[in-house]
């Protein structure tokens, strides 16, 4: 389990240094299904995203959060079975970004892919340029920037689909913010090329986060900052269609 003393991260306001950059969390194991957990490491920031390496289950990920990027980005153990005696390092950061890591996705071969969202030093000031989708095949040492340039201000999840045997169909849900950030930019994008180039497949609302039924590689779901859940049934298709 990952932990925050703080709630809403990437949600309206919660993207300011004043609000994250003070906040705690860390990284807890349970052995009994959840009756009990405790504590493998406390970072100095919050932790909103761990991954298990599939080809190495004594590999875990970690995206801490901290605009202080000796502190913030992607972290990783290689002796995960040690527990709290577990030594951890900081993978390089991905270009670009500023320590407001978030999603964190292992491929079936090892190699990751990451999102990092948003970043408004302060209230007073403009959205930084850099949120996105980041690619790594060295296990965090050098990393690919697969961003759209819609991406570049407020990306959200970005979800693996399981159904493609090369993992190189991706989506990634995008807020649109204000100021700065042009209108236009949030929605739906999707990628059949591991983030060499993206399609805005939905422009209905900013989008959190999708899902698709592992039992119809047609179907998908997504949610939405303000808009609801909605559903496509042709998600392969050159143009899909969604629902509310």
Known sequence: ACTSNRHDIY???????NVLDTKTGGVYVSVDTGVSFSLIKSFGGPVIWIAVDPTNGDRLYAAVINSDTTKGGIWKTDNLSL??????????????????????NVLNNGDLVVSFSAHKPTSGSSFT????????????????????????????????????????TWYA????????????????????????????????????????????????????????????????????????
């Open 129 to 168: 340029q850099s949120s996105g989708v980041f690619y790594s095949t060295d296990g965090g040492q050098t990393w690919a920037d697969r961003s759209d340039p819609g991406m570049t201000y407020w990306t959200m999840d970005v979800i693996i689909d399981t159904n493609d045997p090369t993992n190189g």
């Open 11 to 17: 949600q309206t306001t919660t993207i300011y240094n």
């Open 173 to 244: 849900g995008v807020y649109s913010g204000w100021g700065n950030d042009p209108q236009g930019n949030g929605g739906l994008y999707k990628t059949t090329n591991k983030g060499v180039s993206w399609a805005q497949i939905s422009t209905e609302y900013p989008v959190s986060s999708a899902t698709i039924n592992p039992a119809n590689p047609n179907e998908l779901y997504f949610s939405t900052e303000t808009g609801g859940l909605w559903y496509s049934n042709n998600i392969n298709d050159a143009t899909p269609t969604f629902t509310q």
């Open 83 to 104: 527990g709290a005696s577990a030594t951890w390092s900081k993978c390089n950061n991905p270009p670009r970004t500023e320590g407001h890591s978030f999603n964190i």
